[in-house]
């Protein structure tokens, strides 16, 4: 692969028996590919042994190359230049002393605040401010470097394939395992490092420093792939079904199960929805009977629109073990190998490689030792549990909204129309100011929602935040859906069409239902995020 070429060695390999091409200095050999190119192969004829740069980039985005790199690169042209060597790590710059505001006291930014080092390609508003040389007080060095093992893992080994993965329904077992293996599930959980249930760590970041920030920034890495099937893949069920087991189980079955699940050996989904009770939880009717003996409940009863449910082997399930409402709800985990559990896969506008499945429970016997909580007390498990669920909707809503903001930047540079490229019409400028503009305020929210929840205790925060969390959910969810239009707009043909430059903004825009609907849709988010907040404050004394 590291051969060197001339541009006439380049050039006699310019037949279909042999066709070799140049892309950005770079030799690659397509003679085999020609047939199976999806823009045909004549098109690749007219540029062979050409530099086909400028047409290539016309055509395709990164991802074509980093996908075919390895399968058609020969070598590389002899005038190109090798890569600079890695620079050494930078002397901080001195900082120049803040003018004080006041005549005395300490106005100088807290030790976080210092800037990190910029990161990514430093599109405004693509990526976080922080990402981008700003200051912040959330974000240290170790979350630098979390974020930078999960990019290199994100670009190289999922986003080149998430297209496939998306259309095959499936995201292959080893990344899932690699979830385990890399330390990130058990970073998922919204509570301290669970060093005792797995031998697994994180490399960049010690657990004794890991916080909800560094939580936050796997989520928004992965989303950057711009797939929400493959994010509810790797996440969607265990980021939901797993925490009510590892906060409210007992330490038995926490024990027995954890370290499988944690080590991405087995899965786990939450079921709590059912045919006839989405978001009104309190109308749930799956029934768990105390057998005679008082061992086992026996659950019967249909779940639908379970995120994993066809490949889960445990379900942390909402039950009717009581009376009808809330007070006569209970939490049990359910175990597949029981028997009496059956899944089928649903299909679904978006989300496709999530696996969304109906769940029907026949008799199925679950041993007391599995209840989660208290009997009769599962609604405060299940409410404590959707500021986890709703905060982790926010993370993917925001990246997905600046994945179809800086495609569409990207676009704008590139496409031209009426004589000018798009970034020059004020109508397309105009388009992104308003993505970027929605993007940074709900982006700027999340932050502070989520440094709260670290300030707070669970159920502190679950009565303090829940109205605010509510809202921030539906504005992340409205957010996205505005982009994914607009983008859509910018891109045009291209992102009707599946695959290729607007495949992800085609595939974004059928996930967009996905999270504007589950986890609580956006009218009784909205509607909650005002009834909480006004008890809340009501309670501190609010005056009116
Ligand atoms: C390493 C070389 C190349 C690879 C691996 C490659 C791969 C692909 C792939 C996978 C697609 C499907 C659409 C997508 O996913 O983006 C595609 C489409 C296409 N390619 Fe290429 N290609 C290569 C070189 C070229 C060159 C040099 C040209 C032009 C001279 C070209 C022109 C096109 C066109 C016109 C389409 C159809 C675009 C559309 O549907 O809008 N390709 N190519």
């Known amino acids: 692969m590291s051969k060197t070429f001339t541009k006439d060695d380049v050039a006699s390999h310019s037949k279909g028996d042999s066709l070799y091409i140049v892309i950005d200095e770079d ?25 086909a740069s400028k047409q290539f980039w016309k055509y395709h985005n990164e991802g074509i190359l980093k996908k075919y790199k390895a399968q058609l690169q020969i070598g590389s042209l002899d005038t190109k230049a090798a890569p600079a060597p890695a620079p050494a790590p930078a002397a901080p710059a001195p900082k120049a002393e803040p003018t004080p505001q006041v005549a005395s006291g300490d106005v100088k930014p807290p030790a976080t605040a210092e800037p990190q080092d910029p990161f990514g390609e430093l599109i405004p508003f693509a990526d976080p401010s922080w990402y981008q040389g700003y200051a912040s007080p959330y974000f240290n060095e170790t979350h630098a470097a979390l974020r930078e093992e999960i990019r ?15 259309e095959g329904k499936e995201v292959p077992a080893h990344i899932y395992k690699q979830m385990g293996e890399r330390g990130y599930l058990a970073g998922l959980l919204g509570v301290k490092y669970p060093e005792q249930h797995t031998p697994y760590r994180v490399k960049a970041v010690t657990p004794d420093r890991w916080d909800l920030f560094h939580e936050m920034l796997l989520t928004d890495e992965l989303s950057r792939a711009g797939s929400g099937g493959l994010v509810w893949n790797l996440i969607g069920g265990y980021g939901i079904g797993c925490p009510p087991l590892v906060k409210f189980g007992k330490k038995e079955l926490v024990d027995r199960i954890l370290p499988g699940i944690l080590a991405g050996d087995k899965r786990i989904c939450l079921a709590i929805t059912e045919p006839d009770a989405g978001s009104d939880v309190a109308n749930l009717g799956c029934e768990a009977k105390l057998s005679e003996d008082g061992k086992h409940y026996i659950v019967n009863g249909e779940k639908k629109w379970i995120t994993n449910g066809i490949w889960a082997d445990y379900f942390t399930t909402a039950v009717r073990t009581g009376k009808p409402g809330m007070n006569g709800l209970s939490v049990l985990l359910i175990e597949r190998e029981a028997g009496g559990v059956s899944t089928r896969r649903m299909d679904c506008q978006g989300v496709l490689s999530s696996g969304t499945t109906y769940v029907t429970f026949e008799d199925v016997k679950v041993p007391v030792e599995n209840l989660i909580g208290k009997e009769n007390q599962g609604f405060k498990v299940i409410m404590t549990n959707f500021n986890h669920e709703r905060i982790g909707i926010v993370i993917q809503c925001v990246r997905f909204a600046r994945v179809c903001y800086e495609e569409s930047v990207k676009y704008a540079h590139k496409r031209k129309t009426f004589g000018k490229s798009l970034i020059d019409h004020p109508v397309i400028r105009m388009k992104l100011a308003h993505m970027a503009r929605q993007i940074e305020a ?35 969810t409205q957010t996205f859906e505005f982009c994914a239009r607009e983008a ?25 239902r996905a999270y504007a609907i589950p986890g609580g849709s956006e009218e009784i988010m909205l509607d909650l995020s005002m009834r909480q907040s006004l008890r809340v404050h009501e309670m501190f004394g609010m005056k009116l």
């Open 27 to 51: 030799v690659y050999d397509v003679t085999k590919f020609q047939d199976e190119h999806p823009g045909g192969k004549k098109i690749l004829q007219r540029v062979a042994g050409k530099d």
């Open 442 to 476: 709900t982006y700027n929210w999340l932050e502070n929602i989520i440094f709260q929840c670290q300030c707070m205790e669970e159920t502190e925060a679950m009565l303090k935040l829940g109205g605010a969390i509510a809202g921030l959910k539906a504005q992340s």
């Open 152 to 166: 290199q893992w994100v670009d190289t080994e999922i986003e080149p394939f998430v297209t496939e993965w998306d």
């Open 488 to 512: 859509s707009q910018i891109f045009g043909g291209l992102s009707y069409s599946r695959g290729g430059q607007g495949g992800k903004i085609e595939r974004l825009y059928r996930d967009v």
